[in-house]
């Protein structure tokens, strides 16, 4: 049985194999400039964040019916399920579906037959979170979230993603102003390839309560004792931080040193179809490659359920903390 652990980091996108990608352009009628699925995996050898985006955005071609996102959602639940994943909080990318005439309500509906199943079907609570792309304008984000209005009951929050290098966080200032006054929470991805200033500015200026990546913080010793004294959570993910070159060798990774300094992180996969792994890969790849020891392990599990979106169910939080601390080690 995996160690027991949530899943703060995913872009629903980011699961969409290449089994599923040919799948699903068969049933849409959707060509792909690729010969079958080798060819495909063929192309996942990035150089950084932005030729990574280039296929993500290519692939989303395939998905267009409801039934499209519910199988790409149960898909990946089924899969998270296996690796331990108890509870997940799910980024979804509505601008890059409704610039090509996927309705937002096609996207959430379909997202939501396979979330309102999890519980049942996989054991896995769920949360959903619309993140905005930060390399289109803030007033098509402020867009994006009118539109999403009548589906705020299942909407937890919002994020920010997409090329950051030149989409500081402070230009979403009025959209994410707008969202905490519907009550959403907020969160940001900042530092994976940004400068630590840009961590900052989501703090400050968009309000976020988590940092998605948040990994050039290493380089702000200040801002690092900020993070370690608010208890401001870092959804890291290892795998794609080396398929993206942020750092060179899983060895690399400033992970150990993060945790020695009593920051808030938790491991996560991103986009697991492109990066190699899934939730379970992640913690097995840091636990192989830097070495960390099942005290770690636990910890990072634990902080997994205290970073998560369950302050609304505190029962099923601290069901899952139980769940961690019971956990035995094979
Ligand atoms: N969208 C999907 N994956 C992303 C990542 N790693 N960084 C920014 N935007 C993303
Ligand atoms: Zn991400």
């Known amino acids: 049985m995996p160690l027991p652990k949530a899943e703060l980091h995913l872009h629903i996108e980011g699961t969409l194999e290449p089994e599923l990608a040919f799948a699903l352009a068969a049933r849409n009628g959707v060509s792909l400039p690729y010969a079958d699925t080798d060819a495909l995996r063929e192309a996942y050898r990035f150089q950084d964040l932005q030729s990574f985006l280039n296929l993500y955005y290519e692939l989303m071609a395939v998905l267009r019916t409801e039934r499209d996102f519910a199988d790409l ?5 089924a899969r998270a399920a296996a690796q331990g994943v108890r509870h997940a909080e799910i980024f979804f990318d509505p601008q890059a579906h409704t610039a090509r005439g996927v309705p937002m309500e096609t996207v959430v509906r379909g997202l939501g037959r396979a979330l309102g199943g999890s519980v049942q079907n996989h054991g896995v609570s769920t949360r959903l979170i619309l993140c905005f792309l930060r390399d289109r304008p803030a007033e098509s984000a402020l867009r994006t979230l009118e539109e999403a209005k009548p589906f705020l009951d299942r909407i937890t929050g919002v994020g920010l993603d997409s090329a950051e290098v030149g989409h500081p966080p402070a230009v979403f200032r009025e959209v994410y102003e707008t969202a ?6 907020r969160v940001a991805h900042a530092g994976e390839e940004g400068p630590p200033e840009y961590i900052t500015e989501a703090l400050d200026v968009l309000g976020v309560e988590r940092v998605d990546h948040g990994l050039r913080c290493v380089e702000d010793p200040a801002l690092v004792d900020r993070l370690v004294r608010a208890r401001i959570p870092l959804t890291l993910c290892p795998l ?3 398929r993206l070159r942020t750092v060179d060798r899983l060895a690399d990774h400033p992970l150990p040193a ?3 300094a009593g920051l808030l992180c938790t491991v996560n996969s991103d986009d697991p179809a492109y990066f190699g792994g899934y939730a379970g890969d992640n913690f ?11 005290d770690h392990l636990r910890t990072l599990a634990r902080n997994s359920f205290l970073a998560s979106f369950l302050d609304d169910d505190e029962e099923l939080r601290t069901r899952y903390l139980a769940e961690v601390e019971a956990y035995e080690f094979p």
């Open 240 to 242: 794609s931080n080396v």
């Open 258 to 260: 993060m945790l020695d």
């Open 284 to 294: 097995d790849a840091v636990r192989d490659e830097l070495g960390l020891g099942e």
């Open 180 to 185: 905490a006054a519907l009550g959403l929470r």
């Open 73 to 77: 959602a149960d898909a990946y639940l």
